[in-house]
């Protein structure tokens, strides 16, 4: 699906999948184009649109460079559906002079917002360099947004591992807890993917190479740029901290789970050592000798259940005075 967006008073306006005439567009996104699609805005740019699996490139060369006059800028970027699990995917930015190119194959909220944004409010969005830095900010402020949310997530999770500990908590949370603490460390990892490879593309920009990287950021807002790389440095402080916190929530809760183990095995070691005396005292009067003096006593089974009650008694009683139950 292709929608373009030109500007209107100050504004962006959406055109649907239009994007001929190319004059006054300023974003054309492509959302899991077709290679109809495809073919027919390579036509009317002339410019080679990456496909998917360029854009899934691992090398360096392969996500950041400059063809015919344009800048090829390929990041991770997180989306976060209703419902499912956190995804991460490649968005490719293609930026010249006039105008921002977007292909991506996912649906990261973060691009849905830009466009709400720009079509009700002015963002600046006069060229293809300003609508990237605008697009690059949204980009950034969602990724705050939801290290926020997640913190405030870890501080209750924190707290879930300790109550569990406690002699009301239930031991099922624990396996819960586990299950959110995965779920907590994959989307901070994805957090920090997508966090450094925005990075590497601003580098880019801060210090392009080749003349047409330079032309294709003729006036681009420096300050800007550098305000958005201290912004990422700093978003990925706040993920390496939540990164430790993560480690620390789940070495608790394995020594949580660790020393509710050790109660159930106490517990059986303390039951098996009680019972062992007044089993002994059974044993001793189970054996089959005919002189037993005992077995033939008024008082000789009260003698024993009294025994085997007493020789019960009194390891618990030890047990309870040293404070080991």
Known sequence: MITAYRRTEGRLTATGAVVAPLDGLIWIDLEAPTASEEAALEAALGLDIPTREDMQEIEVSSRLYAEEGALFLTAQVLATPEGHAPEIGPVTFVVTADRLITVRYHKPRSIGIFADRAQVQGMGCVNGQTTLLALMETLVDRLADILEGEGRKLDLLTKAIFDAHRPSGKAQTLSVVLQRIGRAEDLNGKIEESLSTLLRVLG?????????????????????????????????????????????QLDATLGVINIRQSDIIKIFSVVAFVFLPPTLIASIYGMNFIHMPELKWVWGYPMALGLMGLSALVPYALFRWKKWL
């Open 204 to 248: 880019f920009l801060t210090t392009p190479t080749g003349g047409a990287a330079v032309a294709a950021l003729k006036g681009v807002e420096k300050i800007r740029l550098k305000t958005l790389v201290h912004d990422i440095r700093s978003l990925q402080e706040t993920a390496a901290r939540q990164a430790r916190k993560i480690q620390f």
